[in-house]
């Protein structure tokens, strides 16, 4: 563990940020139950100064999370993850209207409305693990217009108002600069989202293959007509006849899935002028009548390939309950914007030294009688 801090932390520019951070790091690792900074400090530590310490270097520490994450990413590389980038969101209920980002949220998930703060994560696939490597959080135009608000939470003066779509696209960008790989495919459920129509032609404009989950009332063009009329998605994918394929599963597993499928445009290109890409249409037949209804890029290859992408989303929305439960994602005490940030490149840390990893070699570090770092300033 001392060698993987070492290395995802180089960037941090002091000794004492170094040793903090792996102090953090190790707190969050053996910690049991809730993941408050007081209770990291006591794992770690029987002097009283430690928590101070551990609240200093999160919320008020000058240090750079985008080379952290950076870090992270080219160490889960190396584990030669699958081409799939997989986007989801966190949803992180508060108290208060105090916190940075925090308002009303309607989760669909749940079925009902939060108070909240709501995080965009992108994640690599290793095995049969997911790991975020990077994050954005959702600020509301009722934060970014208030001058007030921005100064009590040290919201940067470069950090605008962005819809979902929009922060999608930037989670994209950030990993296509730090990766080489042209033929990942991107991966994110926005059925929720009105404006995906901006995030698809974004995702076309920049070469890159996707699977989204689609809201129903999403405008679509039927292939092979030649002057179609837009169609509800949803409309014109159940008019279509069933097509049964074996989709493989995150656990490794398979099941026997029928679809209904259908080629399609999506508006926009000027009168007059071509069609656009081809796209396929396709969502799950069966009782439950919430299968999700998804459009891909991928119109030409099979429905199995294509589906068994689309059923990584399941294992994204496990890695983050994962989070939430084990790794402290929900504990992050602060109130500003560095803060934030700087808690969710420190938990993504710990997830991925965890999954990648095991437990069994944070358990061992405990019993070694080597210096450990942070005992230059405390009794670990």
């Not at 790091?25 to 009283?48: C, E, F, H, M």
């Not at 926005?190 to 920049?206: F, I, K, N, Q, T």
């Not at 292939?223 to 074996?246: C, F, M, N």
């Amino acid at each position: 563990m001392d060698r993987y801090s070492r290395t995802i932390f180089k960037s941090l520019r002091r000794i004492d940020q170094r040793t903090w951070a792996h102090a953090y790091l190790r707190g969050l690792l053996v910690t049991p139950g809730k993941k408050s900074v007081r209770r990291l400090a006591a794992s770690i530590s029987r002097d009283p100064s430690v928590v101070q310490s551990l609240r200093q270097f999160v919320s008020l520490s000058p240090w750079d999370f985008d080379e952290v994450m950076t870090e992270l990413t080219h160490w889960v590389a190396q584990r030669r993850p699958a081409p799939v980038w997989s986007i989801g969101r966190a949803v992180l209920p508060k108290r208060g209207d105090r916190s940075v980002g925090v308002h009303r949220y309607f989760d669909q998930s749940l079925g009902r409305t939060l108070n909240c703060q709501l995080g965009l994560g992108a994640f690599l696939c290793v095995g049969d693990a997911q790991v975020p490597v990077d994050w954005c959080l959702h600020l509301p135009a009722t934060w970014t217009r208030e001058s007030e608000r921005r100064a009590e939470t040290r919201i940067p003066d470069s950090e605008q108002y962005q819809p979902l779509w929009a922060q999608a696209l930037r989670l994209v960008e950030r990993l296509s600069a730090r990766m080489d790989s042209t033929s990942s495919v991107v991966l994110i459920d926005m059925s929720d989202e009105p404006d995906v129509g901006w995030l698809l032609h974004g995702l076309a404009r920049r070469r890159r293959d996707f699977v989204v989950a689609v809201p129903p009332h999403l405008a679509v063009l039927p292939a092979g007509e030649k002057t179609p009329a837009p169609v509800g998605a949803r409309t014109l994918v159940h008019a279509q006849s069933l097509e049964t394929a074996v989709v493989g599963l995150p656990d490794g597993l398979q099941r026997s899935t029928p679809f209904r499928t259908s080629l399609v445009h999506l508006p926009g290109s000027s009168r007059g002028c071509s069609p656009g890409p081809v796209y396929r249409l396709y969502t799950e037949v069966g009782p439950d009548r919430s299968h999700p209804l998804w459009l891909t890029s991928l119109a030409h290859q099979a429905i199995a390939e294509v589906g068994s992408i689309a059923a990584l989303q399941n294992g994204t929305a496990y890695t983050i309950r994962s989070l939430q439960r084990d790794f402290g994602l929900l504990d992050f005490e602060g109130r500003s914007y560095p803060g934030w940030y700087h808690h969710m490149a420190l938990v993504s840390t710990a997830y991925a030294f965890r999954r990648l990893h095991g437990l069994s070699s944070v358990v061992a570090s405990r019993r070694q009688d080597s210096q450990c770092p942070c005992r230059t300033a405390h009794e670990c």
